[in-house]
């Protein structure tokens, strides 16, 4: 399962790029291509256990 919060985004503030890059909405920045393979639950890893801007995130909508 992909992580709820990732989008792929291919311009920024007013800048396009020439493939799109990975987004995080919860940390409201892009992130690199490793961070990617974790939102994505690449290679045996789980957003959810392996994230810490998810785990943060998730604890604050259940506070």
Same mark, same amino acid.
Do not use: K, W
């Given at each position: 399962? %992909?992580?709820?919060?990732? $989008?792929?985004?291919?311009?920024?503030? @007013?800048?396009?790029?020439?493939?799109?890059?990975?987004?995080? %909405? $919860?940390?409201?920045?892009?992130?690199?291509?490793?961070?990617?393979?974790?939102?994505?639950?690449?290679? @045996?890893?789980? /957003?959810?256990? /392996?994230?810490?801007?998810?785990? $943060? /995130?998730?604890?604050?909508?259940?506070?």
């Amino acid at each position: 399962m %992909t992580c709820p919060y990732l $989008a792929y985004r291919s311009s920024a503030d @007013g800048e396009e790029f020439d493939a799109e890059r990975a987004y995080c %909405t $919860a940390a409201g920045r892009f992130v690199q291509p490793m961070r990617a393979d974790i939102c994505n639950d690449r290679y @045996g890893l789980n /957003h959810a256990e /392996h994230c810490e801007i998810f785990r $943060a /995130h998730e604890a604050e909508d259940e506070s």
